[in-house]
C-alpha cells in the first residue's frame, strides 16, 4: 500500500468533493504555509484500537510544543482507501459518525461512533512539517460470533448402524471456535477420536450410530466476543421395535390379581397394544392397562403394564405385548398359570361354606376351610395346660391320704395319658 502524500497544503480533488468517499489525496499543489526542519513532532506513538461492534473508537496524538492555529495544519485519513477524514478543525467525510477534537492546544483527537466492520483498518494522522511527521494506527474492529443456517444443519435422522455428518458455522472476528458438546452432557465419540465429553471442529462425524446416540447436540461458536452463541440439532436414530418380556411367567390363584410387564424401544415411536387371543384389550373392570414413556434422551423406551383383576379359570394363558412402528412389528408373550392360594389369602378369598374351586374338589376344599376357618376361631389350649388342668382334678378327686412316692407316680402316668390322648386327637384331625 502506498504511503500518503504531504497534506501540508495539499489541495483536494475537486471531481470528488462531496462524495461519500471523501475527498482523495492528490499533489499538485503545496503549501506556503509548511513548518520547516520538524519545527513540531508528535510526543507518542499512537496506539492500535481493537473495540467490539458497535461501541465508539478513539484516536489521539500529542504534538511537543504550542503552534499557532494559522501555521498548523493537522489530517485524519485513512490509509487503505487514500481517503481524507478530517482536515485542521473540520471533518471533510460526509458520515455523522466521524468527528474530531482538539482538547487542548497540542491534544487532537479522531472520533469514530458505533463502530461497524467496515471500519476497520489503518488511520494515519499527518501535521504539515517537512518533511511530513505521521503517525499510524490499526482500528481492529471485534465481531460477536453469528451462526449460519445456510452451512449448519438443522436435524438429523437416520438408520440405526449409518454414519451421520453434523455441520455447524458461524461468522465472527476474530474467527469463531466450534465447540460441540451433547445437552444431556453424555459422551461423544467422534471419528477417529476416543469418546469425550467435548469436541472441536467445525464438523461432528458419528459412525455407526446406535440409539444411545440419539440426542441433542449443541453446536457452540465462540471467539472471546460476549455472547457466544449456539445451535441445538437433534439427531434421531430409527431403528425397527424391540421387545422385553419380564417375567416371562406369572402366578396367580383364583379369585385375585395379577399385573404382566413388558418394555419396548422404538423410533419411530411404536404403537403398544395387549392382546389375549387375537382380541386388543382396553381398560375395564377386567383390565388395567398402563403406558409409561421414558423421558429424554431415552423417550424411545416405552414400559407396559397390564392388571389383571378378579382372576376366574379363563383367565389363564397367554397375553401378547405388542409393539410396531414404519420398520416392523415384535411380539412378546407373558404367560399366566394357575397357583394355590397362600394360607395367609384362604380366609378372605373363600369365606366359609363357599368354594370356587372345580367340580371334584369343591367338596373336599369346603370341609378343609371349614374347618380351618373353624379351628382359627377355637385355637386348642396348650399341651402344658392340659397337663396342669388335669393334675389338678386329680388332686381334687382323691384326697386320700398317700404317700409321696405312690402319688408321684400316678401323676405321672395320668400326665403321660393325657399326653398321648392329645396326640392321637391331632393326628384323627
Same mark, same amino acid.
Given at each position: 500500500?502506498?504511503?500518503?502524500?504531504?497534506?501540508?497544503?495539499?489541495? #483536494?480533488?475537486?471531481?470528488?468533493?462531496?462524495?461519500?468517499?471523501?475527498?482523495?489525496?492528490?499533489?499538485?499543489?503545496?503549501?506556503?504555509?509548511?513548518?520547516?526542519?520538524?519545527?513540531?513532532?508528535?510526543?507518542?506513538?499512537?496506539?492500535?484500537?481493537?473495540?467490539?461492534?458497535?461501541? &465508539?473508537? +478513539?484516536?489521539? #496524538?500529542?504534538?511537543?510544543?504550542?503552534?499557532?492555529?494559522?501555521?498548523?495544519?493537522?489530517?485524519?485519513?485513512?490509509?487503505?482507501?487514500?481517503?481524507?477524514?478530517?482536515?485542521?478543525?473540520?471533518?471533510?467525510?460526509?458520515?455523522?459518525?466521524?468527528?474530531?477534537?482538539?482538547?487542548?492546544?497540542?491534544?487532537? =483527537?479522531?472520533?469514530?461512533?458505533?463502530?461497524?466492520?467496515?471500519?476497520? @483498518?489503518?488511520?494515519?494522522?499527518?501535521?504539515?512539517?517537512?518533511?511530513?511527521?505521521?503517525?499510524?494506527?490499526?482500528?481492529?474492529?471485534?465481531?460477536?460470533?453469528?451462526?449460519?443456517?445456510?452451512?449448519?444443519? *438443522?436435524?438429523?435422522?437416520?438408520?440405526?448402524?449409518?454414519?451421520?455428518?453434523? /455441520?455447524?458455522?458461524?461468522?465472527?472476528?476474530?474467527?469463531?471456535?466450534?465447540?460441540?458438546?451433547?445437552?444431556?452432557?453424555?459422551?461423544?465419540?467422534?471419528?477417529?477420536?476416543? /469418546?469425550?465429553?467435548?469436541?472441536? @471442529?467445525?464438523?461432528? +462425524?458419528?459412525?455407526?450410530?446406535?440409539?444411545?446416540?440419539?440426542? =441433542?447436540?449443541?453446536?457452540?461458536?465462540?471467539?472471546?466476543?460476549?455472547?457466544?452463541?449456539?445451535?441445538?440439532?437433534?439427531? /434421531?436414530?430409527?431403528?425397527?421395535?424391540?421387545?422385553?418380556?419380564?417375567?416371562?411367567?406369572?402366578?396367580?390363584?383364583?379369585?385375585?390379581?395379577?399385573?404382566?410387564? #413388558?418394555?419396548?424401544?422404538?423410533?419411530?415411536?411404536?404403537?403398544?397394544?395387549?392382546?389375549?387371543?387375537?382380541?386388543?384389550?382396553?381398560?375395564?373392570?377386567?383390565?388395567?392397562?398402563?403406558?409409561?414413556?421414558?423421558? *429424554?434422551?431415552?423417550?424411545?423406551?416405552? /414400559?407396559? =403394564?397390564?392388571?389383571?383383576?378378579?382372576?376366574?379359570?379363563?383367565?389363564?394363558?397367554?397375553?401378547?405385548?405388542?409393539?410396531?412402528?414404519?420398520?416392523?412389528?415384535?411380539?412378546?408373550?407373558?404367560?399366566?398359570?394357575?397357583?394355590?392360594?397362600?394360607?395367609?389369602?384362604?380366609?378372605?378369598?373363600?369365606?366359609?361354606?363357599?368354594?370356587?374351586?372345580?367340580?371334584?374338589?369343591?367338596?373336599?376344599?369346603?370341609?378343609?376351610?371349614?374347618?380351618? @376357618?373353624?379351628?382359627?376361631? &377355637?385355637?386348642?389350649?396348650?399341651?402344658?395346660?392340659?397337663?396342669? @388342668?388335669?393334675?389338678?382334678?386329680?388332686?381334687?378327686?382323691?384326697?386320700?391320704?398317700?404317700?409321696?412316692?405312690?402319688?408321684?407316680?400316678?401323676?405321672?402316668?395320668?400326665?403321660?395319658?393325657?399326653?398321648?390322648?392329645?396326640?392321637?386327637?391331632?393326628?384323627?384331625?
Amino acid at each position: 500500500m502506498s504511503e500518503p502524500a504531504s497534506l501540508c497544503g495539499t489541495s #483536494c480533488d475537486k471531481q470528488t468533493r462531496g462524495s461519500r468517499r471523501g475527498y482523495k489525496l492528490t499533489t499538485t499543489q503545496t503549501s506556503k504555509a509548511t513548518l520547516k526542519n520538524r519545527q513540531v513532532d508528535f510526543l507518542a506513538p499512537m496506539e492500535n484500537i481493537s473495540i467490539p461492534l458497535g461501541k &465508539d473508537a +478513539v484516536f489521539t #496524538c500529542k504534538i511537543d510544543r504550542d503552534v499557532q492555529p494559522e501555521q498548523l495544519q493537522l489530517v485524519w485519513l485513512r490509509l487503505d482507501s487514500q481517503t481524507i477524514l478530517a482536515f485542521k478543525d473540520r471533518t471533510v467525510q460526509n458520515n455523522p459518525r466521524i468527528k474530531i477534537s482538539n482538547e487542548e492546544r497540542r491534544e487532537f =483527537s479522531l472520533h469514530i461512533e458505533n463502530v461497524q466492520p467496515e471500519d476497520a @483498518g489503518v488511520y494515519v494522522v499527518q501535521i504539515n512539517t517537512n518533511p511530513v511527521s505521521q503517525m499510524r494506527a490499526y482500528l481492529d474492529v471485534l465481531v460477536p460470533p453469528v451462526i449460519l443456517p445456510s452451512e449448519t444443519t *438443522e436435524h438429523a435422522s437416520v438408520r440405526e448402524a449409518s454414519n451421520v455428518t453434523l /455441520k455447524c458455522a458461524a461468522s465472527g472476528h476474530p474467527p469463531p471456535v466450534i465447540t460441540w458438546t451433547r445437552d444431556d452432557n453424555g459422551y461423544i465419540t467422534p471419528r477417529g477420536d476416543e /469418546k469425550a465429553l467435548a469436541y472441536n @471442529g467445525s464438523e461432528l +462425524v458419528l459412525e455407526r450410530v446406535g440409539r444411545a446416540d440419539m440426542a =441433542s447436540y449443541l453446536c457452540v461458536a465462540s471467539n472471546g466476543v460476549p455472547p457466544a452463541v449456539s445451535q441445538r440439532i437433534n439427531v /434421531k436414530v430409527d431403528f425397527p421395535p424391540m421387545v422385553w418380556v419380564e417375567p416371562r411367567h406369572v402366578g396367580a390363584w383364583l379369585g385375585g390379581s395379577a399385573t404382566l410387564k #413388558c418394555e419396548t424401544e422404538a423410533h419411530p415411536a411404536g404403537v403398544h397394544f395387549w392382546f389375549r387371543e387375537g382380541v386388543v384389550l382396553t381398560n375395564s373392570d377386567k383390565y388395567d392397562i398402563l403406558f409409561e414413556p421414558a423421558p *429424554e434422551p431415552q423417550a424411545y423406551r416405552t /414400559k407396559m =403394564s397390564l392388571l389383571v383383576k378378579n382372576i376366574n379359570s379363563k383367565d389363564f394363558g397367554d397375553f401378547v405385548c405388542s409393539a410396531s412402528n414404519s420398520h416392523g412389528s415384535v411380539e412378546g408373550v407373558a404367560k399366566l398359570y394357575e397357583v394355590d392360594i397362600p394360607p395367609e389369602a384362604r380366609t378372605t378369598l373363600i369365606p366359609k361354606g363357599k368354594s370356587t374351586h372345580r367340580t371334584g374338589a369343591k367338596k373336599k376344599e369346603k370341609v378343609l376351610y371349614e374347618k380351618q @376357618g373353624q379351628m382359627e376361631q &377355637d385355637q386348642p389350649m396348650p399341651v402344658e395346660e392340659h397337663v396342669k @388342668g388335669a393334675l389338678r382334678k386329680k388332686e381334687t378327686g382323691n384326697s386320700a391320704p398317700r404317700d409321696s412316692k405312690t402319688s408321684s407316680f400316678w401323676s405321672f402316668l395320668y400326665a403321660l395319658q393325657v399326653l398321648l390322648i392329645f396326640f392321637l386327637d391331632r393326628i384323627e384331625w
